[in-house]
């Protein structure tokens, strides 16, 4: 056989503290990792379910245990477009995706971003910081440390109540600190216009998925000063045409997307489409952060902090220094 699935496991690895959104907190993350064997290398893929859209560790486990043998008889670059129409996006594709480009890249003796047809090689690049939710002193007091831990970029978890006095709060935290948003699908209900002007008022530069998935149109008539990213309401290249007219930009994550194969899709999607792009994670290891940082070279909002919010990450993970992420040397 060309290829075979040498292993595919859920791993679980603890928050630092824990991770709080509008949809409730985290303390661990579950991912799945997936190892094809071929010619002697072993390529290695990460995904963290999409938890939004009912996604489960042991079910994309599952999942890539049923594609493997329907695609052991083929070269890895083969398998990887096979994959494309054997599985949806999302997690397990995006795990045995990235396997498959890190397999391929070691046969033919490449590194994964000359594979990707990049131009150079990947430089560090300043990273987002979440914010998790909270009370907002306990904001004010985290975002205090992250700027003394040095990132410059810090994303404010919102839920649409007293969202302007959270960001207030992060703002006297970390006065110097360039500030994103993410409302998590909450501003559904909320004058968004009055919303947005009020947080541009305090330096915010961009407002990440405002409203619920399916309620984009309420942003149709909305010229706000600072630009609104889809996340959950743009998965894949397809979605584009269906959002663009009601946001500036997409948040591309590998899991959304289903792998650096149709991440790359999108972002040339959003490029024609003149939207900008962004480059996010979930809660998540290193090994999942290399084919995004890849990718991240492409965007003007890199938000690539999963490992950093772990309590520990792989051995020899990415570097998280001065507000950049990139490899470790050495």
């Known amino acids: ?185 909450s501003w559904g209900q909320v004058d968004i216009l009055s919303e947005a002007e009020a947080l541009s008022d305090l330096g915010v530069e961009m407002i990440e998925q405002p409203v619920p998935v399916g309620a984009d149109a309420l942003l149709d008539p909305i010229y706000a000063p600072i630009p609104f990213i889809a996340d959950e309401s743009c998965h894949t290249a397809a979605d584009v045409a269906r959002i663009g007219a009601f946001y500036d930009g997409v948040n591309i994550k590998l899991d959304k997307a289903g792998g650096l194969t149709e991440a790359l899709r999108l972002a040339d999607a959003a490029d024609a489409a003149g939207l900008s792009i962004m480059v996010g994670c979930m809660l998540c290891t290193s090994l999942a952060i290399a084919p995004a940082f890849v990718l991240a070279q492409r965007a003007r909002w890199v938000d690539l902090d999963g490992p950093a919010l772990l309590a520990r990450d792989r051995e020899g993970g990415f570097e998280f220094r001065e507000g950049q992420v990139a490899p470790r040397v050495g």
């Not at 928050?15 to 190892?35: N, P």
């Not at 979440?130 to 404010?156: C, F, N, Q, W």
């Not at 007293?162 to 360039?178: F, N, Q, Y």
Request: charged share 30%; aromatic share 4%; glycine share 10%.
């Open 1 to 185: 056989m060309a290829i075979q699935l040498k292993s595919a496991r859920v791993e679980r690895w603890p928050v630092a503290g824990s991770f709080v959104t509008s949809r409730g907190a985290k303390e661990h993350v579950d991912v799945i990792v997936a190892e094809i064997e071929g010619r002697g290398e072993v390529g290695r893929g990460e995904g963290t379910p999409v938890y939004y859209l009912g996604e489960d560790a042991t079910g994309c486990r599952d999942e890539i245990l049923r594609v493997a043998s329907l695609i052991a008889d083929m070269e890895a670059a083969e398998a990887r477009a096979a994959v494309q129409e054997m599985m949806a996006a999302g997690a397990a594709r995006n795990a045995l995706d990235c396997a498959l480009w890190d397999l391929e890249a070691k046969q033919r003796g490449m590194r994964l971003w000359q594979l990707a047809g990049c131009d150079g090689a990947p430089t560090a690049r300043l990273t987002a910081f979440t914010i998790s939710h909270g009370r907002p002193g306990e904001m004010a007091e985290a975002a205090a440390t992250a700027a003394a831990d040095g990132y410059r970029l810090l994303k404010v978890k919102l839920t649409g109540d007293d969202d302007r006095l959270r960001v207030t709060a992060v703002r006297k935290g970390a006065p110097d600190a360039r500030l994103i948003v993410d409302a998590n699908e």
